[in-house]
């Protein structure tokens, strides 16, 4: 079955760095991978998607990659802000069907002042 | 605009209630997603309608799970009876057609069952 994995260890990182997620995909190859943000008692919010031919996707402080040999996709943050703790999770997709996609676990980022 | 709206954001109820969760889905999106978070087992995926027919089911955990959409703007997921173990949160998301569309998703209706 198709599996993807984030670390579910919390993520602890001073403000000003740059904070990179990991998730890595199983027994599939997704031909693309979403990441959403999720805060405490709120549903995800879309951040990024990658397509499977991109190397990598950036918007303002975000930076998605994508490594097809690797299986895995990273997420970075620069110049973090205590504003980026929560909780991060990634998705591959299509999944079984058109629109499905799969959900990490996530991953919590805490950004400390 | 109108984000998708769950109702009701908590519910506390006694072992062997039905549980009716209601959604709206944001105008004009043609997918909509019941999905259950739990600690232990992340964001799963209940079930999933396009334009209003229910397309896989593959994810309803057992018969007590029913979802319904009976048009484009409403959908329920119905537990009867509860047990404890159905406590979760549970999201609905919407998105429009066409391939690797992101989802949108409601804040969720935390769910206990004593």
């Known amino acids: 079955s198709q599996k993807i994995e984030q670390n579910s260890e919390a993520l602890n990182i001073q403000e000003g760095k740059t904070a990179t997620l990991t998730c890595n995909y199983t027994?599939?190859?997704?031909?693309?991978l979403q990441w959403y943000r999720q805060d405490p008692g709120r549903g995800p919010v879309f951040l990024l998607l990658?397509?499977?031919?991109?190397k990598e996707k950036r918007k303002e402080r975000l930076k998605v990659t994508f490594d097809t040999t690797l299986k895995q996709s990273l997420f970075h943050i620069t110049a973090s802000q205590p504003a980026d703790s929560a909780t991060y999770l990634c998705?591959?997709?299509?999944?079984?069907?058109?629109?499905?996609?799969?959900f990490g676990t996530g991953t919590k980022l805490q950004v400390i002042p | 605009d109108a984000g998708v709206i769950q109702s009701p954001r908590h519910e506390v109820t006694e072992m062997g209630q039905e549980v009716t969760l209601r959604c709206k889905p944001i105008?004009?999106?043609?997918?909509l997603f019941w999905y259950r978070q739990t600690m232990m087992r992340g964001l799963e995926l209940l079930i999933y309608?396009?334009?209003?027919?229910?397309?896989?089911d593959s994810g309803m955990p057992e018969d007590r799970f029913s979802a319904k959409m009976p048009n484009a703007s409403f959908s329920t997921l119905k537990i009867q009876p509860s047990e404890p173990r159905d406590s979760a949160v549970y999201f609905c998301?919407?998105?429009?057609?066409?391939?690797?569309?992101?989802?949108?998703f409601g804040d969720g209706t935390r769910l206990s069952i004593l």
């Open positions: 998301a919407s998105s429009a057609t066409g391939g690797n569309q992101p989802q949108h």
């Open positions: 027994n599939y190859s997704p031909a693309y």
């Open positions: 990658i397509r499977e031919n991109e």
């Open positions: 998705a591959q997709g299509p999944s079984g069907g058109y629109q499905k996609v799969t």
């Open positions: 105008s004009g999106h043609d997918y």
């Open positions: 309608f396009n334009n209003n027919v229910p397309i896989d």
